[in-house]
């Protein structure tokens, strides 16, 4: 008795420290989303480059910091694997992090959410052409219901704006194709990197494709604006929050399964709208939930056909390869979406 009484005892603590991680994660994943929108729209900073390209910075100063202390081991890669496959997937998530920023400064919140539900037809589109993706009936449908959802909702927003949007499908286009080129570049030649190493390599490479862009579009614009609002206190706490993200992924990885994130990620989804609507008063229809909910019971779905697919798969691959194939969230450099 007293041996099931300790093991029930062992087995409740698990259970709460798994969960307190993925109250973490979705604490901290809303955080950075609401905290990115509050910058760039409302505290008087308008650079979405500026601010990607501090995330990057900072990000790597920290990993760096991290793994020359030792607390996680680096991997030996050869500059002819950075230069082939991490420089890529930096130039791709520059890209995202540059872009999908931007479009806060033209959508909502909650606009963004339903919008990024579109993530696994892109990834799905990118790769067939890819070669990652197998074609077939049931996914194809499974995805024009997501598309259509989207469409749907869409139709019903009341602050669409056209650049918003395109901003927004291109960084979903940009993040798809890095997806992809993760599982090509980095799985297939054996390199297994977790959110850290990740956050050390291809941070930096990130920084260096955000200096151009910068240097053209936005440093000017930012010397010569006497209303732009530089708080260090701000900057930092932001930064901060991208790189705890990453951290709380770090924690998560082999404490829970896939499915359980998946969930975890719907519940924040849901939340990231309520939290537009309640503190930035975004105006959300019955057309635009309606919408959504269709995507959304389309993209349950098809993540449900992807873990039942995974399960009667050989098992070659481990629990944090299954964790993050299944859910974009987990994959590396969560740190400014």
């Known amino acids: 008795m007293a041996e099931d009484g300790k093991k029930d005892s062992l087995m409740y603590k698990q259970v709460l420290v798994t969960y307190g991680y993925v109250t973490l994660w979705i604490f901290l994943s809303a955080t950075v989303i609401m905290y990115n929108k509050w910058v760039l729209s409302f505290s008087g900073f308008p650079y979405p480059v500026a601010l990607t390209l501090w995330h990057m910075f900072f990000c790597s100063a920290l990993a760096f910091g991290v793994v020359k202390m030792g607390y996680v081991e680096t991997i030996n890669m050869s500059s002819e694997t950075y230069l082939k496959a991490v420089v890529p997937i930096g130039a791709c998530y520059a890209g995202t992090l540059w872009l999908g920023n931007a479009a806060y400064l033209y959508l909502s919140v909650s606009f963004i959410q339903m919008l990024k539900a579109l993530m696994p037809v892109a990834v799905f589109v990118v790769g067939c052409a890819f070669g990652t993706e197998k074609y077939n009936g049931g996914t194809l449908v499974n995805m024009l219901i997501v598309s259509l959802g989207v469409a749907i909702a869409s139709f019903g927003e009341l602050n669409f704006i056209v650049i918003g949007v395109v901003l927004q499908m291109c960084s979903i286009c940009t993040e798809s194709t890095r997806l992809v080129l993760v599982q090509i570049l980095l799985q297939r030649r054996g390199l297994k990197l977790n959110p850290i190493t990740t956050l050390y390599y291809i941070a930096p490479c990130c920084f260096g494709f955000l200096l151009l862009p910068f240097a053209m579009l936005e ?57 537009s609507v309640l503190m930035y008063a ?17 993209v349950c779905m098809y993540n449900y056909r ?32």
């Open 306 to 337: 992807k873990l039942q697919s995974m399960k009667k798969a050989p098992p070659v691959a481990s629990k944090d390869e299954l964790q993050s194939a299944s859910d974009p969230e987990l994959r590396p450099l969560n740190t400014s979406k």
């Open 219 to 275: 440093a000017p614009k930012i010397m010569n604006d006497p209303s732009v609002v530089f708080s260090p206190a701000v900057f930092i706490s932001n930064a901060a929050a991208a790189f705890a993200l990453n951290m709380a992924v770090f924690l998560l990885i082999g404490k829970t399964s896939a499915l359980t994130m998946n969930i975890a990620g719907v519940v924040k989804d849901w939340m990231l709208i309520g939290l």
């Open 282 to 298: 975004s105006p959300v229809t019955p057309l635009n939930l309606g919408g959504y909910f269709i995507a959304f019971l389309a």
